[in-house]
């Protein structure tokens, strides 16, 4: 069976097909306007350990596991809710596992966040937690599920049950479907972890469309800034020579669940530190002296200072256009197959 034909997201991902590159080619350090992107990390604490994710790579037992203080994150949704960025709840660990999770979104919601996005790997959609999903008002909802049956998805996300999580999404959606809730928007991700081709996944979740999922992705996996170049776990790209900034410098920032902030959400670790949203606000850091540092470093292709980047896949290409602009990279939209939109 082929997958319908691929069309942009609608509201998903409006925050990546933004101005980024129109800054990066006008070399600009300073960026006036505010961050796109937040991405806040609540725990990066998980219940699984997939075999893609630098997570579970020994990453956590160096950091050690935090939880991300209600304080803080009241701190950064004050300070968002004046630009209202695509606030996606998500980075190095299950946000589920933060016992303040439903508190925390509300939070958001009521000082007027209009994109709070939660990612979960679904394990822990209990009926009870369903209903305080629903009822915290999030505006988008994504699961995380990394295969199309039980030996691909259990390969994938160690630690994961299939029939479980499966029937975890299927709860969800019919309970929001039995309220007649047009929200949380939702989406199932998924990677193709050995270039399997989306026709497979396609077949799996068009089973959810009668449950009223909205939307589902398949895209292959990147290899996290160099942590599994040459790993035999899944097929990850090789870097191309073509250098091109990374734009999530001109994007995004992510809070890291310490109050680290880091400026992307392949630091895991807070390798690349670029301030503390404890002490500093998300606007000082963002035209802060160490992320101009970095914008400047990239915008000369004078990397290497930022180990991660120096090995990321973002910024290394096989083919770009002739601006210099990487082709993912003009259209950033992700393809997505619509179920219900
Ligand atoms: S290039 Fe650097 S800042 Fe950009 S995604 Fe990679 S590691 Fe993160």
Redesign the pocket.
Known sequence: MSPPPAAPSSPLPAAYADDAISLILERRLTVERRPKILWVELTNKCNYACVMCPNAADVTQKRGFTFMSRDLFRKVVDEAASFDPFFAIFLGGESMLHPHLFEMIRYGKERGLSKIHLVTNGSMLTEKRCAETLDSNLDLLTFSFDGYDRKTFEYARIGGSFDEVTANIRRLLRMKKARGLSKPYTKIYALDLHHEGDAKFAAFFESFRDDGLNEYGVEKPGHW?GRFLGTDRFIAPENGPRFFP????WKSLSILADGTV??????FEGQ?PIGDAHAETLLEVWNGPRLKA?RES?LAAR?DR?G??AK????WHHAVDERGVPAALADPRRPVVKLNP
Request: hydrophobic fraction near 45%; aromatic fraction near 10%.
């Open positions: 800034a990374c734009h999530y410098l880091v400026p992307c959400c392949a630091d690349l970095m990239h990397v930022y991660l980047c990321c896949d973002v910024v």
